[in-house]
Every structure is written in C-alpha cells, then in structure tokens.
C-alpha cells in the first residue's frame, strides 16, 4: 500500500518529532485543506502484499495512538486522537474479514484467489482514506492548538466583548471543519469526492478565520496599547550605518527602496498556516540609513512581528527630501506574511 | 597436603586443607649433590624400619563413562597397584609404628576400609590401634593388625645445626628413598611457640609425609611432615616431641580464619581444640575425629553468626527486600564490600541443551559449591524424576563436567549410578532439599548435591570432595542453601503435579491454589492477591509459570513468599501478564527506586497505562499498577502497604484499543488482599 506507507511516514514522522519544534515537520501543502488527498487506488497481486498493506496500517495505528504531538488536543466535539483512532480504523468487522479473507487466501492461489485479494484491496482501500482523514484532521487540530495558543493570548488584552466576538467566529469554524470532516469518515465510496471536497473547503475556511480574527483583534490591541501610551519596545539599528544613499523618496517622508532582501518567513509559523501583516514603524536617517523601528500594529503573532522586524534591520530605504535636501523622517509600512494559495 | 594428585581432580575446600594440614610437600624437587652417604648397612636396615602408607583402591567402579578409559596411559606400577600409597611411616619398636597426622587422616572417612603400612614385599598390615595423636604437631603413633617383620629405629634427640641427616620416604610413590642434607634450622612453631620444627635441606617430594628424618648414624631425630613452599627448606618434628606426646588422648589444637567465602563478608578465629581418648581401635579413632571435625565447623559457624549477627541478611539489605528480581537462573544472595546485601546473578554460567527443549545451566562462580539448574525437555509433569537420583545425576552430568583425568586425558563421566545416601534437608525459609551422595570411587571422594525441585526440574549445588571431607563439606553446603535465591518456573501440568508434591516443596506453597482449563484462563490465588486471566491469557498445554520469589519483612519478620507471578501463554511465545510486588522503598533508598514509587502511587510515567510498542511493532505491552483496596491495618514494612507492578505483554498483532481493553480487565480481574 504506498500511498498509506508514504502518507504515514510523512505525516507520522512529523507528529513524532513534533511536541516540541513543529517547525521541524515536513512542509505541508500551503493550504490546509490540500493535505486532504485522496489515497492511490490499491491493487493486491498477493497475500504478502496483504500482509505489508495490513501491517502498515497497524503501524500508523499505533503511531497515531500514541504520537506525543496527539496528546491533549481534543476537537470541537471533546473527542481526541486516541478515541477517533480506536473508533474508525480497522474496527472489530474490517479486522475480522481481512483475517477470514487472509484464510482463505493461504488456501487458494493464482486465479481461486483472485476474488479474495479485490475484496482484500477494497476493504483496505477504505481503510486508507479513513485513514488519511483521521491522520490529516487531527494533524490540522495540532496546528489549530498553536492558532488558538496565540488567539488566547491575545483575547487576554483585548476588550473583552471583541474578543469574546472572535472567539465565536473561531469556534463555529472549527465545528465546521468537524462537521465535514465526520461527514466524510461516514460517507460511502460514491460521495467521498465531495465529502472530501467540503472537508478543504473547511479546513481552509478555519484558518483563514484564525488568521483574519486574530489579526483584527491584534490591530485593535495595538490601538489601544498606544492610547495607553505603551508603545512596543523599540529596536535600535544592529549594525553600522551603511554609506549615504544619494537617491532620495522625491517625496518629503522616507520610503522602502529597492534591493532589499524579501523577508523571511518563520518556518514554524508557515508550517502552521499563520499568516499576518505586521505594521512597522521605522526612524529614517538623512543618509537613507534605518536608525530604529518598533511595531506599530502587531500582527497578534509575536514570531511574525519579530520576523519583520528582523526584515526592517536588513531592509533599504529612500530618506525624504524637502528643498532639494535629504532629509530625517518616520515611515509606516506594512510587513506581510502570507501563504501562497 | 600430601595428596597424590592421580587420585582424583579435585578441588579442595581450601579452609579445610589449611586446617587438617599444612598443604605440605606439594611439589618434587631435585636433591642437591650428595654430601654424605649412610653405610650400606645402614641403608639396609632403614629399610627395613621404613613402609609406606597406603589406602586401598575400591575392587569395582561404579562410574560410567563416554568411552573405555585409556588405562594404558597410567603408569605401569600404579596401573597394578591396588593400593594409593599417600605417605610414610616408620617402626619405632616391633609393633609401634609413627606417622604425620595428615597422612592418616587422608584415610579417615575413607570408603574402602582402614588405611594400612605396606612393606618392602607389598603385604599390607592394616592399621589396629591409634595410641597418640596430636593434628596440630602432625604425627600419630600407631599399632598394626599382624606382625610385620621390623627393625625399629634408634631414637635420638640430640640433634645440632648443620648435622647431616636423610629424609627417607616413600617419594613420589616410587618405594623408599634415602636422601641427603643438613639441618639448617630450628623455627618455632608459628601459633605458640610451643617446640622449634627442623628445618632441613634433604630433599623431600610428595609422599615422604610421616617419614623419619635421621642423622648420620640412622637414627631417628624427627617426622617429616612439611614442605617449605618455595625452597627447600623442609619441615620435620623433633620426634621429642613424639615421645614426651601423651598416650592418654588425642589432642587438636588448631587456629585458622573461619569465614564462608562468596556469602559472607566477616571472618572470625575459628579453634579447632578438642580431645579424645586414646588409645583406640582404628575406627573408633576416625569417628571420634570425624565428630570433633563436624562440631568444630559448627561451632566456627554459629561463633560467625553471633560475631556478625548485625550485619545478617536482612541487615543492609533494604534493596533486596524491595525488588522482586526476575533472574530465571538462581542466584546468591551475597555481601558486598560495604556489607550490604543482594543477589547477584551469576558472571560464569553456562548452559548446556538437553534433547528436546531441556537445558542444564551452571555456574562457576563458586567453586566450592557450583549453581546448577535442570529444566526438563518438555511441559508434562513427570513424577519419576523427583525420585530417581540415578536419572537426576545422568541428566545434570550432561551439563556439569567432573572429568576422570586419566594420564593427559579427560574422560567425560555420564553416570554415577544411584546415590549412596538421600536425606531431605529443611531450611532456614522451609524450603525442602534433596541432599544425595555419589561415590567418585576411582578417586576416593564423593559428589554432593544439595537439590531444590522447581516444577520444570531442580536448582541446587553441586561438589566434589575426597572421602575425608564430605562431613565439612555438605556442613557448608547447608549453610550456603539459607543463601539461595531462586525463581520458580513450570508448564501449568507441572505446577499442578508440583503443587500436589507436598513432601518435596516448600510450606510456602500450602496456600497458593491454581486452577486451569484449555481454553479458558489460568486462575492463581495466593494469600497476597488473587489472579484470574481470562480474555488476556489462554491456558493450554504449552502455557508457562512463574513464581517469583521474594524476601520481605512482613509485619517484623524476615519472610520468604511469593513476590510475583506471571503466567505465559505459551513457553515460546511473548503474551504473558506478569505481577511484581513492590515494597515501599525506604527513604535513604536510590533516587530512582524512590522516583519508581512515585510514579507507581501516581499511575503516572512509566505506570500510566497507556499502550505501547517496540520500534519493530512486533511487541506490545501495557503497565499498571495494582494495590489492595482495603489494605491489612497491621501492615508491611514502612506503614504503606506494597503496590503490584502488572505488565501485559504480547506479541500478536493487536491495536491500541484491544490493549485498553485488556488493561480493564486485567483491574477487574486482579485483587491485591495485602
């Protein structure tokens, strides 16, 4: 069963890697819904190939049982990895007919087995695709853990009926991609495509929520932050100012110039599906030179605005001019992390 | 000791040896050139004054071996004698004859009748009466039955330094010999000084134990009794001391270090003083010292057990009476160095295959007593075996080599016939050992066994001694058997026949109940806990248990029980729910035995009860913990009452959800009444 085998190594090697440093999971597909393929078609030419596909079965089962990274996350219907595991793959009827039909197979070859081996390849078949939909949700439920991680802290400094009202928008979401996604383990083999198909569709709509709310909700803590008069901390220039820029914006306030590095998306976020806009404000020398910059509107995601940032630090930029003269300023830009579709 | 090392190969308790001799004239060495020579007239009558020691060999051999035994390879003259010649011994009147007490006590206890002097034309006069003797001195003056044709020795005491005189003995076994040196000292005998030994350059070898040292006029100035290690330097007594001896009693006194080696750290001075009247017939005399021997190695051992009776086991042995170990090999319990104790498993075993799926495994740690175990080849319980010594020792022969040395060849001995004596022993933990007796007769020793039956076969020691110390040696055994420590393992047949063998196992057992049927589960009932195995563990005829043993302190007393149990469902295959009782560790105990407590209190870490698996997902297991639910009030050792570890472990293809299922069974079907 390759599909499975592969499916299982990659999303399994990751969740056993991952309780710690997510980041170090191999790179989803930039939507979430996308990690939603379906499996291969299986073909059975022997009972050895029975036995592989059914072992590598049993080993994602138990990879799944009992993966650190599965621990402790539960779904909007209170149910964790560990109980859809035990429930969908391989129930007591699946195991029982594979194990006749294993039987029967040792007693049948060539052509006699050939009925056996179909039913063997059907009955695994769709064990592959519950398969890959449990693996694959509770895989996006682990990342959702890390939206919500950042969300909570957030709603923790926001007004409380703002937050209260993300939060909301957050949870429906995610009983959507639940209600898909138990829709899609009970739907038989004919509605399995479009099964799958709103089970994307959700799983893209949950993020996107995550990621709109939450930076909603980051703008308005900022907001309020600065009527507060806290403004963030604000971070100095790290190296030596390079040689005068000669070029000037043409217009009175400092821009971004050309030639700067793209900036760097942090690994773990981008794994995660977390996409931002950081608001930076930046003090621009005369000489074109970056003196210091501090957030103005957080992105809600403390990795996201520290990436930006980091981006600032290495970033060209055109000083004002007024009378022919270039001339010191502050400069707002957008910094922006987003997944390409 | 002056012990021809053709009559066996052996090895000797080395505390015994030190005791009843000073290991002397081990090794031949050449004679220094002739400095003077006695008179041919003097030469002869020496020999006619001077015989040779003997011991008779048995008429008939009841050993089996591998194959005919190459007797061609031994000596012509040894090969036809029917005697062990083991010393010397010279004629001081007509029928007053002296020796060194070692070489007559190499015949004590003997199996083939009383030791006697041989003369020039081999006829053998046995010996009658003992009329003095003193071991520490090491001479005996006896008569003999017959009379054989003597010229007695000329007495003199009068000796001086650096006077020629002649070691005569029986050297090597070759017959008389006469050699020549000085007399180069006088040292005092080392434990009180009480007579000076002569010290002399005449060369003397192997068997010129008990023969006269003379001077240059053929008389007799001394008893050869001793070589000096690594010189030659040689011992003899002054025969002063000989004449002035008493002829009233026989006296013992003797100092040694008295310790069990590889069991106990301590030592003590064990003396071995006593006497006996004298004179007496030959046999009353080897009883006679064959009692105060066995009441010396008592009394040496129960003075070594009230000198360290706080450092006994149970003394330091808090890790040892919290740890059900899982060895399937016995073990000893032992002192370390810092007096603490523990079982050690054994680091020079070896295992020998017996047709079908039997073993016999042994140790070689302690050669003064080998660690043996016999599992039987298959899972029927087989009656015989518990009573048949003869089928015991060819089984355990397979696994043990005691070789016959017969000039450079090991011959392979496989049987030994039916053991001469069988006696069951108790001891200390109610444990029930057969001890039996095998003649070595070729080498006039005997094979001990002291042996546990387990329900899959015997554990036990196993040693070989000459005749003269079996007494001493199965003393030792017996003290050594308190210190084994051993697992008990069968198919459910044998433990069924195991259990109903009530003569031959441990009271400890009386209220252990088993109850199995094919197909169904297996059902233990001890008065600790109460295991029923249904739906996890299928009895059939191939199913396996073990009872593991452990030592606790149960409400102030040392206590020997069953510590844990684990029942297999097939000796080959890996499904098995095994329990293991652990005792609150005290709390100066190692961070990680305390940290074990913890978790198992907690059910969390390693006892949270979650299913898992080894990197090859063939094995898979579960661990949990099991307390009494309504503990004893008058509970164990450190007021919390023990936990049991329990693991369920199998290799057939399960998922995580059969696993939990059999985890809450296993809590609805075990009960811990402790």
């Keep these: 069963m390759p599909s499975l085998g592969q499916r299982a190594a990659h999303a399994v090697i990751g969740l056993a890697l991952s309780s710690l440093a997510l980041s170090a999971a191999p790179l989803p597909p930039h939507t979430p819904g996308a990690i939603f393929t379906p499996p291969a078609v299986l073909q059975l030419t022997n009972l050895q190939q029975l036995d592989d596909a059914e072992g590598a079965l049993r080993r994602l089962i138990w990879q799944l049982h009992s993966a650190p990274a599965l621990h402790n996350v539960t779904d909007s219907r209170g149910r964790d990895c560990a109980q859809d595991v035990d429930t969908y793959l391989l129930s007591a009827a699946h195991a029982a007919r594979l194990e006749a039909l294993r039987a029967e197979l040792q007693h049948e070859s060539g052509a006699a087995g050939a009925p056996a081996l179909h039913e063997a390849a059907l009955l695994l078949q769709e064990e592959n695709y519950l398969a890959t939909l449990v693996t694959n949700y509770w895989w996006l439920q682990t990342l959702r853990a890390q939206h919500e991680e950042n969300l909570a802290a957030l709603a923790a400094r926001a007004p409380p009926d703002a937050a209260a009202t993300v939060q909301g928008e957050t949870a429906t979401a995610g009983e959507r991609l639940t209600s898909a996604y138990v829709a899609a383990l009970a739907a038989g083999a004919g509605a399995q495509g479009s099964a799958v198909a709103a089970l994307k569709s959700s799983a893209n709509g949950l993020f996107a929520t995550y990621n709109d ?110 009378d022919h003269h270039a001339v010191a300023g502050e400069l707002d830009f957008r910094v922006r992390f987003k997944l390409a579709q | 000791m002056d012990r021809p090392t053709r009559r066996g190969a052996y090895r000797l308790s080395v505390t015994v040896c030190t005791l009843l001799a000073a290991c002397a004239i081990a090794a031949s060495v050449t004679s220094t050139a002739a400095a003077a020579a006695l008179t041919a007239e003097l030469q002869k009558q020496v020999r006619a004054a001077t015989f040779e020691v003997v011991i008779r060999k048995p008429t008939k051999d009841l050993v089996t071996y591998e194959k005919p035994l190459p007797l061609e390879l031994i000596p012509f003259t040894e090969r036809n004698d029917a005697y062990w010649p083991v010393g010397t011994a010279f004629a001081i009147s007509p029928n007053t004859f002296v020796t060194a007490a070692h070489v007559l006590i190499a015949g004590v206890g003997s199996q083939f009748g009383v030791p006697g002097i041989r003369d020039p034309d081999g006829k053998v006069y046995t010996v009658d009466r003992v009329l003095k003797f003193a071991l520490h001195e090491d001479y005996v003056v006896f008569t003999v039955s017959g009379t054989p044709t003597v010229t007695p020795f000329v007495v003199s005491t009068a000796v001086a330094i650096d006077d020629t005189v002649f070691a005569v003995g029986n050297a090597l076994g070759e017959g008389v010999v006469i050699r020549d040196g000085l007399l180069t000292s006088l040292t005092p005998e080392a434990q009180d000084g009480k007579w000076k030994w002569l010290r002399f350059s005449a060369a003397a070898s192997p068997g010129n134990s008990g023969g006269p040292l003379l001077d240059a006029q053929g008389r007799v100035v001394g008893v050869v009794t001793a070589k000096s290690p690594n010189e030659n330097l040689n011992y003899a007594l002054p025969i002063e001391q000989v004449m002035k001896g008493s002829d009233t009693a026989g006296v013992l006194d003797k100092r040694e270090s008295f310790g069990i080696a590889k069991i106990l750290q301590g030592t003590v001075v064990g003396e071995f003083q006593d006497s006996f009247p004298l004179p007496l017939p030959y046999q009353d005399f080897a009883r006679d010292f ?40 016995p073990t000893l319990v032992t002192q ?17 295959p017996l047709p079908g799926d039997g073993s016999v495994w042994r140790c070689a740690d302690n050669p003064e007593a080998g660690l043996f175990r016999i599992i039987y080849p298959g899972s029927a319980a087989d009656e015989h075996r518990y009573h048949d010594s003869k089928d015991f020792m060819d089984v355990l022969l397979k696994g043990v080599n005691v070789p016959r040395m017969i000039g450079p060849q090991a011959v392979r001995i496989t049987s030994l016939g039916a053991a001469q004596q069988e006696t069951l022993l108790h001891d200390h933990f109610g444990r029930i050992w057969q001890q039996r007796i095998w003649s070595l007769g070729y080498a006039d020793a005997y094979v001990a066994v002291l042996a546990l039956p387990t329900p899959d076969g015997y554990v036990g020691f196993m040693s070989v001694m000459p005749s003269t110390l079996l007494d001493p040696v199965t003393e030792r055994l017996r003290f050594i058997a308190d210190y084994m420590y051993l697992s008990y393992s069968g198919s459910l047949p044998q433990w069924h026949a195991f259990l109903e063998r009530r003569e031959l196992r441990p009271a400890v057992f009386d209220h252990i109940t088993l109850q199995y049927e094919n197909g169904k589960g297996v059902r233990v009932d001890t008065p600790r806990l109460h295991l029923d195995t249904s739906g996890i563990v299928t009895a059939s005829a191939q199913s396996a248990m073990d009872l593991r043993m452990t030592y606790m302190i149960d409400r102030g007393h040392l206590t020997w029980d069953v510590g844990g149990v684990l029942v297999r469902e097939d000796r080959d295959k890996h499904t098995f729910v095994a329990l293991s009782r652990q005792a609150k560790p005290a709390d100066d105990a190692g961070k990680e035995r305390r940290e074990r407590w913890q978790h198992m209190t907690q059910r969390d870490g390693d006892f949270a009860g979650v299913a898992t698996h080894d990197d090859q997902y063939t094995n898979f297991w579960i661990r949990t913990v099991a307390g009494a639910e309504h503990p004893a009030p008058a509970g164990a050792e450190s007021g919390a009452p023990p936990l049991y570890e329990v693991v369920y472990n199998t290799d057939n293809k399960v998922l995580p959800r059969q696993m939990e299922d059999v985890r809450a069974t296993l809590v609805k079907d075990l009960r811990v009444t402790e």
């Design chain 2, 336 to 352: 370390d160095e810092d007096r603490s104790w523990d079982a050690h498993s054994c680091s020079n075993g070896s295992s020998t």
């Design chain 2, 290 to 329: 064959r009692t105060a021997l066995l009441k010396y190695m008592r009394g040496a051992q129960a003075k070594l057990v009230a000198a360290e009776a706080d450092n006994l086991f149970p003394h330091s042995a808090a890790k040892l009476l919290a740890t059900v170990y899982e060895s399937p090999e």
């Design chain 1, 213 to 322: 709310e939450r930076g909603a909700l980051a703008v308005i803590v900022s907001e309020r932050a600065r009527e507060r008069g806290e403004n963030s901390v604000e971070q100095a220039r790290d190296t030596p100012c390079p040689a005068a820029v000669t070029q000037t914006s043409g217009g009175d306030k400092p821009r971004p110039a050309a030639g700067s590095p793209p900036s760097v998306y942090p690994p773990a976020s981008r794994a995660a599906y977390i996409e931002g806009v950081v608001v930076v404000r930046a003090a621009i020398a005369a000489s074109g030179c970056m003196l210091h910059a501090r957030v103005f509107d957080s992105s809600g995601v403390p990795d996201l605005d520290a990436a930006a940032l980091a981006w600032t630090q290495r970033a060209n930029f055109s000083p004002g001019e007024r």
